[in-house]
């Protein structure tokens, strides 16, 4: 079997104009991200370990979930408000024959990060790996033009909360 060129194996730009208000849906996007669901193949390298992987419900942090998942591991699966997007990644998680947990919250509060790491050891066992994947970022022409409660959010998300 031919091997496919992986520089035109996938939709190329320019992609259509679109937005979406934030934290936004993983199914509204064109074209669809690609989170390995066709093609990676995972070799057991992680087998009966257990994940907390941050923002695990749709980009890199699906991604993430489902190579986990293939290599074998559990994953509990930490998400902000997107809840269709998370049971999304539990159906991927749980297709490749692994448990998964999804948990809404923000990571921002030290005690639902706590509660987290406290879920994923009674509810799966034990905590092998943390992923600290989930982030927050909006584009502003001027970083005066940020409001004072975004920066905030973005520091609690992304830096206090690791």
């Given at each position: 079997?031919?091997?496919?060129?992986?520089?035109?194996?996938?939709?190329?730009?320019?992609?259509?104009e679109?937005?979406?208000?934030?934290?936004?849906?993983?199914?509204?996007?064109?074209?669809?991200?690609?989170?390995?669901e066709?093609?990676?193949?995972?070799?057991?390298?992680?087998?009966d370990?257990?994940?907390l992987?941050t923002g695990?419900?749709?980009?890199?942090?699906r991604?993430v979930?489902?190579a986990?998942a293939?290599e074998?591991?559990?994953?509990?699966?930490?998400?902000w408000?997107?809840?269709?997007?998370?049971?999304?990644t539990?159906?991927?998680?749980?297709?490749?024959g692994r448990r998964?947990?999804?948990?809404?919250g923000?990571?921002?509060e030290?005690?639902?990060?706590?509660?987290?790491?406290?879920?994923a050891?009674?509810?799966?066992?034990?905590l092998?790996?943390?992923?600290?994947?989930?982030a927050?970022?909006m584009s502003h022409?001027?970083?005066?033009?940020?409001?004072?409660?975004?920066?905030?959010?973005?520091f609690?998300?992304?830096?206090?909360?690791?």
């Open positions: 079997m031919p091997l496919e060129d992986p520089t035109t194996a996938h939709p190329r730009p320019p992609f259509p679109q937005e979406q208000a934030p934290p936004g849906r993983e199914a509204d996007m064109q074209p669809l991200a690609d989170h390995g066709e093609s990676y193949v995972g070799h057991g390298r992680l087998q370990k257990v994940a992987i695990a419900d749709s980009g890199i942090g991604a979930a489902l986990f293939r074998g591991a559990d994953v509990l699966c930490s998400y408000k997107e809840d269709d997007d998370a049971a999304e539990t159906r991927l998680v749980e297709e490749a998964c947990i999804a948990v809404p923000d990571i921002g030290r005690d639902h990060c706590r509660e987290l790491v406290e879920s050891v009674s509810r799966l066992g034990r092998d790996v943390l992923v600290n994947n989930a927050y970022q022409d001027s970083f005066l033009e940020i409001p004072p409660d975004e920066i905030n959010f973005v609690r998300t992304n830096i206090i909360s690791m």
